[in-house]
């Protein structure tokens, strides 16, 4: 039934940056009589499809798709500034991590220390952003509080502060 039903005129974007060429294609339709399907997914409006397209040095071709489904009846420009926010919001916190503290260099795969070591830096990252007193990235923040173990004091404050604040 799925398959059999037609979708909404899509929204297209596409960039062309660093050698490669991304594309993404965003379609929207009303959930409709597909609702009663899934009787677990209270109040479903909608459900789409992002497909993205990339390119690299011309050679090696990358596609893929990604269903969500919407309690909030969408049009396709909604829907596709949706996904787009999502995404946005994962990526900038993926690269501080990555980027200030190696996470995509962590060898460490056993039981559950991979998800032990996410939370430990997830709670370093939100203590070095609750530190106001300097305004510096987060990496310089980092090399300062390894250096100095007064400013690495006013870090931990500063995020204990901000978690009695929650």
Known sequence: PL???PLCAETMTLEKAHGRIDGREYHVMAAGELAAQFP???QLHSIGVAI???VENMQKITIEQRYFI???ALVQDEFARAVRGHW???NSLHWVLDVTMGEDDCPIYRGDAAEILACIRHM???MLRAETSRKASVR???KIAGMSSEYLETVLNAGLKKLGEI
Do not use: F, P, V
């Open 40 to 42: 677990h997914w209270k």
């Open 3 to 5: 398959a059999a039903t």
């Open 52 to 54: 993205s397209y990339r």
């Open 140 to 142: 310089r923040k980092q």
């Open 124 to 126: 370093g990252l939100n």
């Open 70 to 72: 919407s309690s909030k």
């Open 88 to 90: 946005a919001i994962e």
